[in-house]
């Protein structure tokens, strides 16, 4: 092909054209660093407002072992995540100019696939946007 190069492949790229060079991944790992700092301060911000004594592992493990945090009904269940939905779509514009054109849906795991489905699936919205992207 004229003008296309003779080997494959972003290692073979020229430095100036590459975007992936060892500064960025340096930058990027060093921005994950200050993240997850940042994420577990939170959390140890929230561990010490409710008030636990332990350690974050302690505090996760009692999280896990609390069962009002759990949905035992599963109409419960959905219309807890359609809740967060709403308040993920009232965000959105605030958050981006474009915004895809099909809408998505909550729904649960049909009874056929829900032994051996995981947690949660997607399954993206045809092409033409006719349809809703579903997560279940």
Do not use: W
Not at 17 to 27: F, L, M, P
Not at 98 to 122: C, D, L, M, N, T
Request: glycine share 8%; proline share 6%.
């Amino acid at each position: 092909m004229v003008g296309a190069r003779q080997r494959r492949g972003v290692v073979r790229v020229p430095r100036e054209v590459s975007h992936h060079d060892r500064d960025d991944a340096d930058e990027v790992h060093e921005l994950g660093l200050r993240e997850v700092a940042r994420i577990r301060g939170e959390m140890e911000r929230v561990k010490n407002e409710i008030g636990h004594s332990g350690d974050l592992q302690s505090f996760f493990d009692a999280l896990r072992a609390d069962p009002s945090l759990y949905f035992t009904d599963p109409a419960e269940l959905i219309a807890g995540y359609q809740a967060i939905q709403q308040r993920v779509d009232a965000g959105m514009p605030l958050l981006f100019a474009r915004r895809p054109k099909a809408g998505f849906e909550i729904r649960p795991v049909e009874a056929f696939r829900a032994a051996s489905e995981a947690a949660g699936s997607y399954m993206p919205a045809a092409p033409t946007a006719s349809a809703q992207a579903c997560s279940t």
